[in-house]
């Protein structure tokens, strides 16, 4: 009897561990795809903006970013894993849920209205207004999101070649690999898996230059089309839960706080990038996968940054005519945060190049600019 039992529970076990291992076995399994150039993959994932599709994805970042004061919910995003169930039934009508541990934070996008639900708050907070300025959001490391938003800024200025296909989420899926051209960007290359027939991005990894593993992989492990529900896609009031009505730039987070300042044409070899009317206190400079931009941001999150930045492991700067910064150096982005003699603003300058170059943008601010 005891000899019957325990091969019962072992086949139960059996039986679990290969339910557990069900993932891993079907990533292993071959891929077989159609034949397509690069061109044609790139141009089947631009094209797939507008389908229909409901899933579970994962986003796994090693950033390497130190947590500052008005930007913490981005540190906090750029590293570590967020788990997202996402729902799409158009670019401009979509949901995705964070789930955590303590509960979840859903954002809805319907046309022009979004709200937020914070189970752990019980709290549903409208967005009115237009967010033309925003930090980034999980939303924005959803696969298909992240893999369009790369490859519609990258343009001309990357190469693309054609990656082995993988399994993906159960499916077959074809690799495009993008490598910037300028040698300046901290990103080694990107690859992109995405459904071969609809070209719906299935997962996106982002390497660092000269790194073996990804600074930024974003995957759905389950992913289908949808035919749209308006139940899911509006938000549900239960009993006793609160509801609130904020403005979009409430949202902003230290972006309120922009400075405008005069900038010039070009910084470090790099042309300013033309911005529409909403975007102007931002100069972004350069291109593709090599760009930064600079901002001015004042009162007291500005006049922190340099601090909190030190007490956080970056690098003093010493800047032309006494000013002063904090260098702040990550696998896939670089900052320096400089401070002129004036403290009433401090200027940010982030992207995805290398130091030299924000240290040459932000010496030439100093010098040619006279801030």
Known sequence: MKGQVAY????????????????????ALPASVPALTAGQLRGRILASARLSYAGYAESDAAFGLPSLPGLRDVTSLLDGVTKMRVWQAAPDRWRVDVLSDTGERDTYQLGRRSYIWDSGAQLLTEIRGRQTLRLPRAADLAPPTLAQRLLSETGRQARYSVAPALRVAGQAAAGLRVTPSDPASTIGHIDIWADPGSGLPLMVQIFARGSPSPALRSQFFQVSSWQPDKAVLTPQRGPGTGFTVTSAGNLSGALKNLAGMALPGQLAGRDQLPASQEYEPIGVYGGGLATFVVLGLRGVDGQRLITDALAAGGTALDLPGGGSGALISAPL?????AQPPDPDTVVLLAGTVAMPVLEQAAAALFTEVGL
């Open 333 to 337: 982005l670089n900052a320096v945060i």
């Open 8 to 27: 019962r529970w072992a086949a139960v076990a059996a039986g679990v561990g290969l339910l557990c291992a069900m993932p891993v076995i079907a990533s």
